[in-house]
């Protein structure tokens, strides 16, 4: 069965100028580069010069599989026969280029090979290793990731530019977008979820950028988030109780705080019974009810024409018969629609939103409502809010990489024009430690959240000792 896509790679290698030749209509399917996902010493003047030979040869050894084999026939394959088959391909050609390669390294020359033909080359080592979190890519020759909150090096390598261009363009066309220089920006996603944003020339001046928000496999839940700190028992109590009696909240946070991941733990307390319209630019929530409708934004075409906007899916999520509207990150004028959806028997709406502490996401929601164009106003705006929302959740990531629940306030109404609010639970912090890690404690700031009227309306009762100072958290 493998004899109708084999390929006879035995032969010498095309002459440089005539690989490059034969590379020119290859769009879709790009060339493997060197992957190492750890941090590794400068390489000795030997050891480079074999990597850029490796390096070239899977270019070549890449575009002449591309040529030769049938890949809609590999894919229907199972994977050990595909990567048998492509390992006795490698086998030949690395016998013909007299590459000096052990056991081990042959294996490995293989995956890479087989990652570049079916899946994101160079990227897929660190796609497939569980501690990464994020993937920061500037420009073909620099690539960072985050483990455990740090920033790290890491020596994956692609080709050329071209080389990592070809791995943009596979991952946006799945999604049915396109990005060049015509429309330079991009947010996308892959087939498992992990959140992608790229940026290429002109507006990338040093050549393309890419970062890759990895989807977690096992979502964090509210008990995980308290075993790792993020937050203390009695507060994610207060929290899983607020969303059973649909209260409304918000999570505020900067970028990488962990907004999403609480957002998907906190979702884990809605009732199965009801029926949730989760809007995104581009899904990535992990929602674990059976009655979910995903809704996700769309660019506008090459003409300019057919773009979907967040207000515009607010508005029809209103239309379906929601219970809830979770929106995945509120950041313009469907802010309006959202209060308004928060106010009309749509109560337990959650949605996250940009900014260092509660009073900064209460401004923001008020400028993000002003964008909207309609002659309201700042105390109607106020108002709206007030109405709406009766818990703000504040995020951080820390300098040592943790995140944490810096607060929980609660909103209580207006006084004159200005929203009221209350801090229920707050982390301080106490200094840094040698090693760098932010020392601090929560702690209960004596304040009783006003809703816990509504809780026990509804049977759920919390003890007094959870909001007193005196007891530790």
Do not use: W
């Not at 630019?281 to 024409?305: F, K, Y």
């Not at 108002?383 to 607060?407: F, H, P, T």
Request: glycine content about 6%; proline content about 7%.
């Amino acid at each position: 069965m493998l004899g109708r896509f084999s390929a006879r790679i035995a032969q010498p290698p095309e002459p440089p100028d005539a690989a490059e030749r034969m590379a020119e209509p290859v769009a879709a399917l790009p060339a493997i580069a060197v992957p190492v996902a750890e941090p590794a010493p400068p390489l000795a003047p030997s050891a480079t010069l074999l990597s850029e030979r490796l390096l070239d040869a899977k270019v070549r050894l890449h575009r002449k599989l591309l040529e030769e084999i049938n890949l809609s026939a590999l894919e229907k394959l199972p994977e050990e026969e595909v990567r048998t088959h492509v390992q006795e391909l490698v086998s030949q050609y690395v016998v013909a280029e007299r590459l000096a390669l052990n056991a081990q390294e042959l294996s490995e020359f293989a995956s890479e090979i087989l990652d570049e033909m079916t899946g994101l080359g160079p990227l897929e080592p660190l796609l497939k290793d569980p501690a990464v979190n994020d993937i920061l890519i500037n420009g073909h020759e620099c690539v960072y990731v985050e483990r455990q909150g740090i920033l790290e090096p890491t020596l994956v390598r692609f080709k050329d530019e071209g080389h990592l261009l070809r791995i943009i363009n596979k991952i946006v066309s799945a999604v049915g977008r396109r990005v060049d220089e015509a429309h330079p920006m991009c947010d996308a996603r892959l087939a498992d979820g992990s959140r992608v944003n790229v940026a290429v020339r002109p507006v990338a001046i040093d050549g393309p950028l890419m970062s890759i928000r990895k989807f977690s496999k096992k979502p964090y839940n509210l008990n995980k988030l308290v075993e790792v700190g993020a937050l203390r028992p009695q507060m994610a109590e207060l929290l899983a109780s607020a969303v059973r009696a649909r209260v409304t909240l918000i999570i505020s946070g900067g970028t990488g705080s962990g907004k999403t991941t609480m957002l998907n733990a906190l979702s884990a307390f809605i009732s199965e019974k009801e029926r949730l319209i989760t809007i995104e630019d581009a899904a990535e929530l992990q929602l674990q009810q059976p009655h979910v409708g995903r809704m996700e934004t769309r660019p506008p075409s090459v003409e300019g024409r057919g773009e979907i906007r967040q207000r515009d899916l607010v508005k029809n999520a209103l239309r379906m018969r929601p219970d809830r509207v979770i929106l995945g990150e509120c950041r313009g004028e469907e802010a309006f629609d959202m209060l308004q959806a928060m106010n009309t028997g749509h109560e337990g709406s959650m949605a996250t939103i940009h900014a260092n502490t509660p009073r900064d996401a209460i401004s923001r929601l008020e400028q993000m409502v002003g964008m909207a164009g309609l002659p309201m106003t700042i105390a109607s705006i106020r108002a709206q809010i007030a109405a709406a929302i009766r818990v703000i959740v504040q995020l951080s990531r820390l300098s040592d990489g943790k995140r944490r629940v810096m607060s929980i306030a609660e909103i209580t109404g207006l006084e004159g024009e200005i929203i009221q609010m209350q801090e229920i639970f707050r982390f301080v912090r106490t200094g840094i430690a040698p090693d760098g890690t932010v020392q601090g404690h929560f702690q209960a700031t004596g304040v009783r959240p006003r809703f816990l009227n509504d809780l026990i309306a509804l049977g759920i009762k919390l003890p007094g000792s959870h909001f007193d100072p005196s007891q530790p958290l």
